[in-house]
């Protein structure tokens, strides 16, 4: 059985109240959202577009903010991107971990590696990064420069 | 020199057992290294066996420039193995980081955390060059016994003893 997949007159329709919505390219539409309203954008998209597979939460470094990429698809096999900002200062957002369950463990990646907080995830351990890796250094954010002093794990000088 | 020394040098010398370790490679050095030991290339005509415990090996044989978190993982692994020990570091990640020298995870080649004896150009090398590698690690391993250890390799004014670059 195929479904049809979804237009952006019928995506309008469900999303429209979250922010504007846009066909990026064929069977990809955009909603952008804000921070506040992405657990309620993405609880519409599972009730009225059938979207309940996260295929990637993506996170962008602009420059200026933080952008994070929810796609989201169904059995129409259109993806829907749910679009927020974060300010880089205050990188904090509420973790979906429970309406998508493998949205966890993007969140414990870009908590990692981003330094955005999930809040509400029951675990945001380290899962890239070394055990001994300083705290508050997130190493894929644009502005980030090693520290010649500081020890980033491994091996000690000393013990070699 | 006892008979019984006599019988542990011939040993070592024909069949030097290797333990593999990827320090965080991309895989294309381990693909090689399992090809030579199939009956394609045969290591096993020297008597080259690759076993499962550092405690069993007498070769230590690391592929890909080592990251963060397998640095220590890399010294434990080199401090379980009997004496006398070599290290083979493969490819150009194992020799100075490779492509992936100077990035925020690793921590540039094998030798920053152990002692490397034989480098093998490459990426990555071929089953060829690695055979040539663990011949010259024999080699370098009969002139060690000859000499008493590996400290007649000390240069003047280095501390670390002189490495082999095995290139076919």
């Excluded at chain 2, 076993?51 to 993982?73: E, F, N, W």
């Excluded at chain 2, 100077?102 to 090398?125: S, T």
């Amino acid at each position: 059985m195929t479904q049809r997949g979804l237009d952006l007159e019928r995506v309008t329709q469900a999303m429209g109240e979250f922010g504007l919505v846009e066909q990026v390219r064929q069977n990809r539409i955009r909603v952008a959202s804000t921070r506040e309203r992405v657990r309620d954008a993405i609880v519409r998209a599972k009730d009225r577009l059938g979207c309940d597979h996260v295929i990637q939460i993506a996170c962008v470094d602009t420059g200026k903010v933080l952008e994070l990429h929810y796609h989201l698809t169904g059995a129409h096999r259109t993806v829907v991107t749910i679009r927020a900002e974060l300010p880089r200062d205050d990188s904090r957002i509420a973790s979906v971990h429970d309406l998508l369950p493998p949205a966890g463990i993007y969140e414990r990646q870009m908590h990692d590696l981003m330094g955005i907080r999930f809040e509400g995830h029951p675990d945001l351990r380290r899962i890239i990064l070394n055990e001994d890796w300083p705290e508050s250094e997130y190493p894929l954010r644009k502005d980030w420069k090693m520290d010649p002093t500081k020890f980033y794990g491994g091996v000690r000088k000393e013990a070699t | 020199m006892k008979l019984s020394e006599r019988l542990v040098r011939w040993a070592r010398l024909k069949s030097p057992w290797i333990i593999l370790f990827n320090s965080g490679a991309c895989n294309a050095c381990d693909i090689e290294i399992l090809a030579a030991l199939t009956p394609r290339f045969d290591v096993e005509r020297f008597g080259i066996l690759a076993k499962g415990s550092p405690r069993h090996a007498d070769i230590l044989m690391v592929t890909g420039p080592v990251t963060r978190k397998q640095a220590k993982r890399l010294r434990m692994i080199y401090e379980q193995m009997p004496d006398p020990k070599y290290v083979i570091a493969m490819g150009a990640c194992g020799a100075s980081g490779g492509v992936f020298k100077g990035l925020y995870h690793v921590v540039d080649g094998v030798d920053k955390i152990v002692p490397v004896d034989v480098y093998v150009a490459g990426c990555p090398p071929r089953p060829d060059e690695i055979i040539d590698a663990v011949v010259r690690c024999l080699e370098l391993m009969k002139k060690d016994m000859e000499r008493g250890g590996k400290t007649w390799r000390i240069d003047e004014g280095t501390e670390e003893p002189r490495t082999e670059a095995a290139t076919a």
